[in-house]
Every structure is written in structure tokens, then in C-alpha cells.
């Protein structure tokens, strides 16, 4: 019984070290770099393109919205979080958009609220920074 038990304290170990390690890896700096998709929403449909820097669990940067019914949106600065898989962006110069999506390594899909609709988008990593 005893043999069991220190077996199961073991490989409990074992998974917490291969979960944190994988964790760390997925919130350091796996966002920085520029993300180019699309968003749509109803009839309308055009060109997004994320610019993000990650520290930790923190991510800002800009985005850049392309063929929306409010016109070209271009250089809009956005702060968040990335939890897990989880990214959460607000965007400080208009209080009800913001960003909600799940990264999934180079690709990220979800929904980001603009100034009058919610809008449904994909992206994927494009370039790393130098």
C-alpha cells in the first residue's frame, strides 16, 4: 500500500511538472508577433490584423480593422490578458469593444465587439517580431 501510494505521489508530480512547463510556454511571448484574418458579421465581411506584445499573462497592441460599415479602423490600441487558452482583449478608446477568443498556437478564432455589432473573426500568426 505504501509502494502504491508513493507511486501515485510520483506521477502526480510528474503531470503538475509537464502541466506548468506547459503553462509557462503558452504565456510567454506565444502571442507577440502580427495576426492576419477575417471577421464578418450579417452581410458584412473584411480583413482584421492583430499586432500583439505579451508579458506574462498581460498582452497590448493594436489592431486593424478593414471593410466595416463604420469605415477602415486603423492602429486602435487594445490591452488584455491571456489565460490559458483564453484571450481577452478591451479596447481602452471604446468601452463596449473588445475581444474575446481562444488561441489555439498560430490561430486564434472568436468574437470582437466593434462600436455597434458583434462581429465573429479568425486569425493566424503571420509574422514573429525581430
Not at 13 to 27: E, H, K, W
Request: glycine share 14%; charged share 20%; no cysteine.
Amino acid at each position: 500500500m505504501t509502494r502504491a501510494r508513493a507511486t501515485l505521489v510520483l506521477w502526480l508530480l510528474i503531470v503538475a511538472t509537464v502541466v506548468s512547463v506547459g503553462g509557462a510556454s503558452a504565456q510567454s511571448g506565444a502571442l507577440d508577433g502580427t495576426w492576419d484574418g477575417t471577421w464578418s458579421w450579417s452581410s458584412y465581411s473584411g480583413r482584421i490584423v492583430l499586432h500583439l506584445a505579451q508579458k506574462g499573462e498581460a498582452v497590448e497592441g493594436t489592431y486593424d480593422v478593414y471593410g466595416g460599415r463604420q469605415g477602415d479602423q486603423v492602429g486602435v490600441a487594445v490591452k488584455g490578458t491571456l489565460k490559458g487558452d483564453r484571450l481577452t482583449l478591451s479596447v481602452p478608446s471604446n468601452p463596449q469593444g473588445g475581444f474575446e477568443a481562444t488561441v489555439k498556437g498560430d490561430e486564434m478564432s472568436g468574437a470582437f465587439r466593434g462600436r455597434t455589432a458583434t462581429n465573429n473573426f479568425s486569425a493566424r500568426k503571420v509574422s514573429k517580431p525581430k
